[in-house]
């Protein structure tokens, strides 16, 4: 079935340092949605990326959607204690229906200080 | 804001008992989903609802039950616990269209012993 696979599973960073988590797919996306989960927390919405090559920044992050729509990106500037926790991708599931999500396992951030 | 709220941020359950979950949104959206979260296994589909009395299963629906009376609450219900359903449970809500954000209840912490 339709898979959206994130990379890594794990990041640790020392502060101040970048962050990157990406996030493929075997085929064309609508759009691509990024959520951050803290610890002990819930998965919270960031960002909706629709149109191919978008680029979309919050701050110190990122967004990126590729020009196929196949693959997307999320990079942090400068991490900082606060960004720690799970960036999950997701994507519609066109095999479903209704507004279903597929989401990707997540990476999780760890930040030095 | 949209609100979805839990009925319980952690339970104990025994072996063998009926175990209710419920979630409450206050954003008049028509889908509603549950899902656990396991350490490495990121977030899985239970069940949805995409409307009143209708449900569909979701990728690992085995041993739950859910039910959708009224259109701002879904029910998971997991007729005779087992400790292999301990886990966090989230609900999540989002409006009909695909394709649109899903907001998260803050989750419950069930351990069935």
């Known amino acids: 079935g339709q898979q959206v696979m994130q990379i890594p599973q794990y990041q640790h960073v020392q502060e101040g340092e970048d962050f990157t988590t990406y996030c493929n797919s075997s085929?064309?996306?609508?759009?691509i949605q990024w959520y951050k989960q803290r610890p002990g927390g819930h998965p919270v919405f960031l960002i909706q990326?629709?149109?191919?090559?978008e680029v979309k920044k919050q701050k110190r992050l990122t967004f990126q959607f590729g020009e196929a729509k196949k693959n997307s990106s999320l990079h942090i500037t400068a991490t900082q204690t606060t960004d720690v926790g799970t960036y999950f991708c997701?994507?519609?599931?066109?095999?479903?229906?209704?507004?279903?999500?597929?989401f990707g396992k997540g990476t999780k951030l760890s930040v030095k200080p | 804001d949209v609100k979805v709220t839990q009925s319980s941020r952690y339970l104990v359950k025994r072996t063998g008992e009926k175990v209710f979950l419920e979630c409450v949104q206050d954003m008049d959206h028509e889908n509603m989903f549950w899902y656990r979260q396991d350490p490495g296994l990121g977030l899985r589909l239970i069940y949805f609802s995409y409307d009143v009395k209708m449900k569909e299963k979701g990728d690992i629906p085995e041993g739950y039950s859910v039910s959708r009376e009224k259109k701002e609450r879904f029910s998971l219900i997991l007729e005779s616990a087992s400790t292999n359903q301990t886990s966090m449970y989230l609900c999540?809500?989002?409006?009909?269209?695909?394709?649109?954000?899903?907001?998260f209840g803050p989750g419950t912490r069930l351990t069935v012993t």
């Open positions: 085929t064309t996306l609508s759009n």
């Open positions: 997701a994507a519609p599931d066109y095999g479903g229906s209704q507004g279903n999500l597929i």
């Open positions: 999540a809500s989002s409006f009909g269209t695909p394709g649109h954000e899903q907001y």
């Open positions: 990326l629709v149109k191919s090559g």
